[in-house]
């Protein structure tokens, strides 16, 4: 069961398909103080986005944990109705998180 | 300078004189309410100010517009749908409850509930519900609550805002004391929810700009950016009274029950419109 | 150490192996920063300039105006800027983005498929004001073009 959520939507654009995603994810730099304790929170962030299509590589992405919390994330790209569109993720604690969309 | 006659607001300087004097009806109110915000911004049409600052301010109402374009609210109102689903351990639900279909229910409140006397708010009645139920009432600022509170607010979107008028003796009183709260000036700055909201709305505090109060109840719960997460109006109104560092208030006490009444009254005609998306 | 190759689908010499392909998250370069053990993080995920952060990255790049770097001229809320960076130019296959005047300047690397759009939209932590800076691998090449962002604190925030 993924510890975070991720929600995928995917639609025909002007002849392209449009992929947008947010993922659920706290996107922690290290650096925020926890306000009860005074500890530093540690880095927790998504480092690595993959979106495919028809298991074809649309966009990969590499993150830092300076890309805000709870991403989001929108590409197009040229595709067509019954499409099957997947994004897959992982955050530098090995935590993953993916979901997948048939383009109507 | 205008000084209420009610013992109540003696304690708090009010300085502020209300659009209307202080024995108009609540109908007169609303009118010199919506009638002020369009005279103050003439290109805003009414119904727009359910979306608060956007609907006055266009740079960054194109960053709202980014933003809704994946609502971060989304994931909350699936949550709420589930909650709304699934049947508390004695078997009973939700809409057993509120006796209704979801998608009438945000509709109905806030209202003045003649028997028990108070002013009954959708959260209140979230919690009213399960601890009815034997279950344990969740927190009323955040987290499911306001999940619930998004999906019935999300399904609810675009019913108009028709809460009756004040007009018996005892809806009054709770519409003075939340007409009361709006207009008066407190906390070490001194300042009244009007002062921003109203009188300075569309002007901006350092990297803010002061939404029009005329629509404010209408988009609740609403995702800030700044919380990362949902958050109740009544939430909402605590970190306000901090902002201007007056003592907040608890959320559902009298004080912002009375605020949410008055201020869906002067929000009459417009629609509906949460969940929100905000900075 | 090792410095990084940012060419696609080669192995950089030092790099602990990740089999182009093996795996749907082949990342952009083998051996992603931040996790792995037996990793270092990049050299370019620290540099506190974009001059550093180019630097690392081995890359050069020109100004052009085939960029566009969309951005609030003042951000609502500097937690959550929406950025866009499309291009115009021709075989675009990366979009850096970096803001100029965070800790980490670094932000994103996006490498697109053949049939991606030349652009991407996403949302990054902007700390002080300054610039969102965008660089396009196109045909070996690489491009630069910035957009400024102010962020101010403070009000009534809450």
Redesign the interface.
Known sequence: MAKFKTRLKVKMKDGKVNVKAIMSHPMETGRRKDKKTGEKIPELYINEVVVTANDKMILTADWASSVSKNPYLSVNYAGKSGDKVKISWKDNKGNTGEAEKTVK | MKITMTATIAALAFVLSPLTAVQASPADDVKAFQGYFAKKFKDTKFDDYVNGIYAIDPASRKQWEEIEDFPPYELAVEDGEAMWNKPFANGKTYKDCFGDEVGNIRAKYPFYDEKADTIRTIEGDINKCRTDNGEKPLGWKKGKIAALSAYIAFEGRGKPISIKMPSTEKELAWYNKGKTFFYAKRGQLNMACADCHVYNSGRSIRADKLSPALGHPSHFPVYRSKWGSLGTLHRRYAGCNKNIRAKPFKAQSDEYKALEYFQVVMSSGLKWNGPGARK | MKRRTFLKGSLAAGVTGVAAGSS??????AG????DAAMKPADA?KATSVEDALKALGITAEDSDKITVTA??????A????VEVTTELEGAEEIIVM?SK???V????????????P???????V?KSGDIVAVVKAGDKYYTAKKAVK????????
Request: aromatic share 8%.
């Open positions: 749907v998250l082949t990342p952009v370069f992603s920063h931040g996790g995920y609030p001229d003042l951000a609502e809320n937690a959550v800027v929406p803001v965070n800790p980490a670094l932000a994103a690397k996006f490498k697109l498929g053949e049939t991606a759009d652009g991407v939209k996403c949302r990054f932590k700390g962020v101010t604190k403070g009000g009534c925030g809450g």
